[in-house]
């Protein structure tokens, strides 16, 4: 039977499914058309920003001249190619939902587009697993700021001492923890000595048990 008044927010990509290297991919395709290669140590800045975010900073960054709205059309292209060829669910990610959703309500909350969202939502059947989806654009802010997952929450009727989140890139750890919220990063996005100042560190979802989330909120309780 559900627990009341107790939440697990998601994060969509990197930690609910496996979107990552497809965006990767498109972008690579992307900033090559400009003869643009991205350096290594470059990519975790962009992970977790919004959609417009992510091409306003790229564009800076790089000194690419081209109108935004254009840069932003080709972007999008690049992303659909790739994501016609299948988006997998992250390793581990139903049978965490089996162990969880039985004692904590669950939402998912992104800083994508609600257009992208929504096509996401119908092409995986997101529903079976949350009743409750939120995009960034949803609320007041995006992702940094904490409009998201407050909104969530009040969605929920949860409180954020009742709350966990579990996020992996810095623009959404930051929208985390400035929620108020329980915050666990997952590593895969995030280059390791970024998460320090995390209290909870997982490399794979099947750490997430309820033994280890109700050991989280009794902390503080």
């Known amino acids: 039977m559900k627990t009341p008044k107790q939440a697990l927010l998601l994060d969509m990509d ?47 960054r790089y000194e690419i001249k081209e109108n935004l709205e254009v840069f932003m059309k080709k972007g999008r292209n690049y992303v659909k190619d790739e994501f016609s060829k299948g988006i997998p669910f992250m390793d581990g990610f139903k049978s965490m939902h089996k162990r969880i959703s039985p004692y904590f309500f669950m939402g998912l909350v992104t800083a994508s587009p609600r257009h992208s969202l929504n096509k996401i939502i119908l092409n995986l059947n997101l529903k079976k697993y949350f009743k409750n989806i939120i995009s960034g654009e949803d609320a007041n802010k995006n992702k940094p700021y904490p409009d998201p997952y407050i909104f969530m929450m009040k969605a929920l009727n949860v409180t954020p001492n009742n709350t966990i989140i579990i996020e992996d890139s810095l623009t959404g750890l930051r929208s985390a923890i400035s929620s108020g919220a329980h915050v666990i990063a997952k590593t895969g996005s995030t280059p390791i000595e970024k998460l320090s100042h995390i209290h909870h560190i997982i490399d794979h979802l099947d750490e997430i048990t309820v033994n280890f989330l109700e050991e989280i909120l009794q902390k503080t309780k």
């Open 14 to 60: 990197g930690v609910t499914i496996d979107t990552e290297p497809l965006y990767t991919k498109a972008e690579i395709n992307l900033f090559k058309e400009y003869g643009v290669e991205i350096p290594e140590e470059d990519w975790f800045l962009f992970k977790g920003a919004s959609e417009k975010k992510f091409y306003e900073l790229s564009m800076q």
